[in-house]
Nanobody
Framework: QVQLVESGGGLVQAGGSLRLSCVASGYKFSMFGMGWYRQASEKQRDLVASITSGGGTRYGDSVKGRFTISRDNAKNTVYLQMNSLKPEDTGVYYC????????WGQGTQVTVSS
């Protein structure tokens, strides 16, 4: 069964940090790029960061210098280290794989209080 399972969200004060994890299963993880998306309440799902199969990374302008995406192919896991969190970072965070455009995890809620 192909699936993505996110974890690591929570409630944190502004300026704090969180580390999100996404474990993939059911396909050859190392061969495909991964991305983290954020969906704030009643807004579209926006790309936060992405990482290619070779480790190349890209970031949305709002998170550059604060967030770091990484992957561990041995653990079939992609991470998002989030530092210096701001209230506008609040939302549900989803991971996504290039393996399938239709495949999304259940998401993990991140709430940043001011």
């Amino acid at each position: 069964q192909v699936q993505l399972v996110e974890s690591g969200g929570g409630l944190v004060q502004a300026g704090g940090s969180l580390r999100l994890s996404c474990v993939a299963s059911g396909y050859k993880f190392s061969m495909f790029g991964m991305g983290w998306y954020r969906q704030a309440s009643e807004k579209q799902r926006d790309l936060v960061a992405s990482i290619t199969s070779g480790g190349g990374t890209r970031y949305g302008d709002s998170v550059k210098g604060r967030f770091t995406i990484s992957r561990d192919n041995a653990k079939n896991t992609v991470y998002l280290q989030m530092n210096s969190l701001k209230p506008e970072d609040t939302g549900v965070y989803y991971c996504h794989t290039e393996y399938s455009s239709a495949l999304w995890g259940q998401g993990t809620q991140v709430t940043v209080s001011s």
